[in-house]
């Protein structure tokens, strides 16, 4: 399935069409978009999905789109989780993963503006999976870690350079949660709906200059290993995001390095999910 966030109302994706969830339902199931993450209602989408004359509903528009996801109750992204990201930052690759966190206040919609704070010259770019939580789970083990998500988006981990770095202690979480620093969308992807769920081709561009490109295949640690490590001592819940970790080729590893700046729109492309499009503005 493909589900959506259309003008705050949770939405099915089927042909084309935007399938109103809750007028579908007649009522039993909620308009919030937040009721999609969870993997108890799934059986009631597909039905929905399923049994739904698309032809009768009208057709989606995407500016409309907001998160899939609006209100995370926490976030988590992993830092060097590409080989060629670890190799470009002159790291060795780590043993385990490294987390911070990203807060709800920096979650926005696929087409939503990236805000430049003025002042602020390293803001960078960075292309990601983002998986969904769809129960509440801890400890779960690698082969079952498929089985406790709602699905998968796309999103940016957009990061201040210069605040994340800056001594005497590195503020990767507070760097990373700037408002509007977390789109994520178009669309929450069930994992029947992937082709292959743990090889997804990806890409970022700006002004259509293609800046990152990889595929998921070639995570250092895949979805299942990441499931594993973070319920080790956190128990999630339904709606909770974790950004997978971006690919070589982010601004501050090129040479000259390339920053986010106002007029720049940032295209980050998973095929099988689908395309954000985030003008950048400062203010």
Request: proline letters at 7%.
């Amino acid at each position: 399935m493909r589900l959506a966030n259309l003008i705050g109302r949770a939405t099915i994706v089927v042909d084309g069409r935007a399938i109103d969830v809750h007028r579908a339902s007649d009522g039993e199931l909620s308009a919030d978009p937040m009721m999609m993450c969870d993997l108890a209602n799934h059986s009631a989408l597909r039905g929905l999905a399923l049994n739904a004359t698309a032809s009768d509903w009208p057709l989606l528009e995407p500016a409309q789109l907001g998160a899939p996801v609006p209100r995370p109750g926490k976030g988590f992204g992993v830092a060097l989780n590409y080989r060629q990201h670890a190799l470009e930052s002159g790291r060795p690759l780590p043993t385990e993963p490294h987390l911070f966190g990203k807060s709800q206040n920096c979650v926005v919609g696929p087409f939503d503006e990236i805000i430049v704070p003025v002042g602020c010259e390293s803001v960078d770019y960075e292309a990601e999976l983002v998986i969904v939580f769809g129960r509440t789970c801890k400890n779960v083990q690698r082969d079952d870690a498929w089985s406790v998500l709602a699905g998968v988006t796309c999103g940016q981990d957009v990061s201040d350079r210069a605040e994340q770095h800056r001594p005497p202690v590195k503020q990767f979480t507070i760097a990373k949660s700037y408002d509007s620093f977390g789109p994520v969308g178009p669309y929450l992807v069930t994992q029947d709906d992937l082709a292959n769920r743990d090889a997804l081709p990806m890409q970022c561009r700006i002004g259509g200059e293609v800046l990152q490109t990889t595929n998921t295949s070639d995570l250092i640690f895949d979805v299942p290993a990441l499931v594993e490590w973070v319920t080790r001592y956190i128990t999630f819940e339904p709606g909770d995001l974790l950004w997978t970790g971006t690919p070589g080729g982010v601004g501050e590893a090129r040479n000259p390095q390339r920053f986010l700046r106002a007029g720049d729109v940032v295209e980050t492309d998973i095929e099988g999910i689908g395309c954000m499009r985030n003008p950048v503005v400062s203010r």
